[in-house]
């Protein structure tokens, strides 16, 4: 018989207040971070013309400060839910390698001579959001359960 993964009502306890974390960080992103594409992307297509001045420096600084917020408390997610160091390490090499790319995709589309609003629209919500999380979970719940 196999043993199934189990977690205490602590760890349950924990899970949720970091999720509630990752929430707040979205409830409150307009009061938290610098992004004029926020209300840019509330505006109707007809009323999208062209991009909105935006400082590219400090967007980026926010993007990576929300990132870093938004990982932290997704890898004490899966710390509280695996208790595994090589899960961890590899979780974080990745986010890194992720914003890395997403990054400099980003600047590379918002540099183009006729931008693709759609594609910084899903470029951005990659980078403002814990999508990754919904990935990884059930991914190593997985192989945890095939090591079982």
């Not at 980026?60 to 938004?70: D, E, W």
Request: hydrophobic content about 60%.
């Amino acid at each position: 018989m196999q043993k199934k993964l189990q977690l205490s009502v602590v760890s349950w306890m924990l899970i949720v207040a970091l999720i509630v974390l990752l929430l707040a960080v979205r409830m409150f992103q307009q009061q938290l971070f610098y992004d004029p594409f926020i209300t840019f992307y509330h505006k109707t297509v007809a009323d999208k013309q062209a991009l909105p001045a935006y400082d590219g420096f400090r967007l980026f600084a926010y993007y990576f400060f929300r990132y870093v917020l938004n990982t932290v408390l997704s890898l004490a997610i899966l710390w509280v839910m695996f208790k595994d160091k090589a899960i961890i390490k590899l979780t974080s090499v990745l986010y890194a390698l992720l914003f890395v790319v997403l990054a400099l995709l980003l600047y590379i589309v918002l540099q183009a001579d006729v931008p693709s609003f759609k594609l910084i629209f899903y470029i951005r919500r990659f980078l403002m959001q814990p999508l990754p999380l919904l990935l990884f979970v059930p991914a190593f719940y997985y192989q945890k359960y095939l090591k079982q």
